[in-house]
């Protein structure tokens, strides 16, 4: 029996040379590269999918469109009418899983990275048998049910968390709420890194609960630990500073502008390395290195993993100032021949630039430096080799001295 064929789809047209980008790999497609003379968006729905066309008419594959969006549509397959229906969910997470199965032992990691593992708009953290998603674009959040189906025929997870209460979906016309369509989520987490447990919240804590990209950057962060005081500014749950601890740090100071937070570091640290002495400053970050720079307080150890300072490109110039202070504050802060260990979280902010930045602030010092390690995200964070704004984390240790 012939298999009927498939129903086409709407389709969006683009202009003239606007198709390069999407030929070298990237997913999205914003606004105005549309030929809305021959395909207006006003003429799509939130998440409807279309076969994406050059200016010549070639197809160049599917995506699904938001028009109320400045990224407008964002491919999920080089095929022309290929739905994002279970099937292809099923294909993309199964890879995505078997990536993860080989990199790590046990179930605790960031299964699905949205364009990093070709499923844009979708993330997915694994904590053993429960799961934490987010669905950020129209698109994605339209396939919803056979996304959860998905999920739970590959992994039976015990609950499901839907954390959709971001500002990106704002951007995408959607609702920000928080569902638990399986189960009974935990309210707190037990994460095992490094040789570590740490407790986090889950159902009121940041995101969705733990950070799992920077787990290869805090066991590096550790090695400089033995025997000296470590500060850990940004602190949330504390992984700098317990990592830290565990390794054999002196003593660890907590930083962060969240009680709550505080309070969460100072019990890791008290679970994980009871032995290590421990104190928690609470208040804004940068005031409070201020504060400890001027009366005197040295670390051998500091580490600074701020919020994403840049979170829009119009906000460059203040965000670059508030890197610019923090490791500046940072340096003043370390002993003769210690390490800073430095984070940006703004994709916006490339790596060379906050690697100019500390190199700035330690000439002004009269600091030698030697730059020890440059680190990312983990490879559960998959960056897309044709788009730059996945490649978001960065870290950088550097080891610093005073002339003599």
């Known amino acids: 029996m012939r298999e009927e064929p498939r129903p086409t789809m709407q389709q969006l047209s683009l202009k003239r040379r606007e198709d390069r980008r999407l030929r070298a790999g990237h997913l999205w497609i914003f606004s105005n590269e549309v030929d809305v003379a021959r395909t207006p968006l006003t003429g799509f729905a939130p998440g409807e999918p279309a076969t994406v066309l050059d200016a010549g008419g070639r197809p160049l594959g599917t995506a699904y469109v938001n028009p109320a969006s400045l990224i407008c549509a964002r491919l999920i397959s080089h095929a022309p009418d290929t739905p994002l229906d279970a099937a292809l969910l099923r294909d993309r997470l199964t890879h995505a899983l078997t990536l993860r199965e080989r990199?790590?032992?046990?179930?605790?990691y960031r299964l699905c990275h949205g364009e990093g593992d070709f499923l844009p708009g979708l993330v997915v953290d694994r904590y053993d048998d429960v799961l934490a998603v987010q669905l950020t674009t129209a698109g994605m959040d339209a396939r919803r049910d056979d996304l959860l189906a998905v999920l739970d025929d590959l992994l039976h997870?015990?609950?499901?968390?839907l954390r959709n209460d971001i500002p990106a979906r704002d951007l995408e016309g959607l609702p920000r709420l928080v569902e638990t369509p399986l189960g009974t989520p935990p309210a707190v987490l037990s994460v095992p890194e490094n040789g570590a447990r740490f407790s986090v919240p889950?159902?009121?804590?940041?995101?969705?609960?733990?950070?799992?990209?920077?787990?290869?950057?805090?066991?590096?962060a550790a090695r400089y630990a033995r025997g000296v005081d470590v500060l850990d500014a940004f602190c949330y749950a504390g992984g700098f500073g317990v990592a830290a601890a565990v390794a054999g740090a002196a003593s660890v100071t907590f930083m962060d502008a969240s009680s709550d937070a505080l309070d969460c570091a100072s019990a890791n640290l008290a679970a994980n390395a009871p032995q290590c002495p421990g104190e928690a400053l609470h208040g804004d970050a940068l005031t409070k290195l201020a504060e400890l720079r001027d009366t005197g307080r040295r670390f051998g150890l500091v580490c600074i993993d701020p919020p994403a300072f840049i979170k829009r490109r119009k906000d460059a110039a203040r965000g670059l100032t508030a890197y610019r202070r923090a490791n500046s504050l940072a340096l003043d802060l370390l002993t003769d021949d210690g390490v800073l260990v430095s984070c940006s979280c703004s994709h916006h902010l490339d790596a060379a630039v906050l690697r100019h930045i500390i190199t700035q602030a330690a000439a002004r010092r009269r600091l030698h430096g030697q730059v020890l390690y440059l680190g990312g995200q983990g490879p559960d964070h998959p960056i897309h080799t044709a788009m730059p704004e996945t490649a978001y984390l960065k870290c950088v240790a550097a080891r610093f001295r005073r002339p003599q």
Not at 103 to 108: E, G, K, Q, R
Not at 157 to 161: D, G, Q, T, Y
Not at 202 to 220: H, I, M, S, V
């Open 157 to 161: 997870p015990s609950a499901v968390l």
């Open 103 to 108: 990199l790590f032992d046990a179930p605790w």
């Open 202 to 220: 889950f159902l009121e804590g940041q995101k969705t609960g733990w950070f799992y990209d920077q787990r290869a950057n805090r066991a590096e």
